[in-house]
């Protein structure tokens, strides 16, 4: 069984403010792939980045990062700077090989409400 | 990268009518493609998952005869949502599986909302 956690269900920061978007996730899988997604007002899913459950460096992409932490399970995402652009739900998702990869289970989303 | 389109973005329907759902692989052929429900402020929950030229696999709870699958080529899956209530009203999304990707990745439709009167 796979399980994702995302414990914040709205953040509100203030513009120009980091914030981190926590996610704990479960699995009996070895190997695995982990997703983070923005979904604006709109809808539309916006794949940000997916991580092989090996690959434990963390990444950096402009003012997104990742902390890839597989002692504790976690998958966490930090937006620098924020920006009113960045008000969105975020969803982690975890799809893993007993699956075939296929099925991947979402976590219910933090909502980020950045403040101009 | 990998386009998938949705048809419609919108629709507005009358209950116990029927509405047919697209979804479409612009750029690569999808083996299998997913739908998703997600209804406001809450996450996307797997219904089914269709192969092409196989029947689609229903997660539990999800009424088969209820939201008709068809995957009946690489590039195209249907989901028809038979004589539609007010309660399946929802945000509707699909993903599909590129043959010759990585594992693991899948890329997601723009989603359609349906609002059943």
């Known amino acids: 069984a796979q399980k994702v956690t995302q414990a914040q269900t709205e953040i509100s920061v203030v513009e120009k403010e980091d914030v981190t978007l926590d996610c704990v996730y479960e699995?009996?899988?070895?190997?695995?792939?982990l997703f983070w997604y923005k979904q604006p007002p709109s809808g539309e899913l916006v794949f940000l980045i997916r991580?092989?459950?090996?690959?434990?460096q963390n990444e950096i992409s402009g003012r997104y990062s990742w902390n890839f932490q597989k002692s504790t399970s976690s998958f966490n995402f930090t937006i620098t700077a924020s920006q009113v652009v960045d008000s969105a739900v975020y969803f982690c998702a975890l799809s893993g090989l007993s699956g075939g990869y296929q099925k991947v289970t979402f976590g219910t989303g933090t909502k980020l409400q950045v403040i101009p | 990268g990998a386009v998938v389109s949705q048809h419609p973005s919108r629709v507005i329907c009358k209950s116990g009518t029927s509405v047919k759902i697209e979804c479409r692989s612009l750029d690569f052929q999808a083996t299998t493609m997913f739908w998703y429900r997600q209804f406001p402020k809450k996450s996307l929950m797997l219904m089914a998952t269709s192969n092409e030229g196989s029947k689609a696999t229903y997660e539990q709870g999800v009424e088969k005869d209820k939201f008709l699958i068809n995957h009946a080529s690489l590039t195209l899956s249907t989901l028809t949502v038979t004589s539609a209530h007010p309660e399946d009203s929802s945000f509707y999304i699909c993903?599909?599986?590129?043959?010759?990707?990585?594992?693991?990745?899948?890329?997601f439709g723009p989603g359609t909302r349906l609002t059943v009167l």
């Open positions: 991580r092989n459950s090996f690959d434990e």
């Open positions: 993903s599909a599986r590129a043959q010759d990707r990585g594992r693991g990745e899948q890329f």
């Open positions: 699995t009996r899988d070895t190997t695995y792939y």
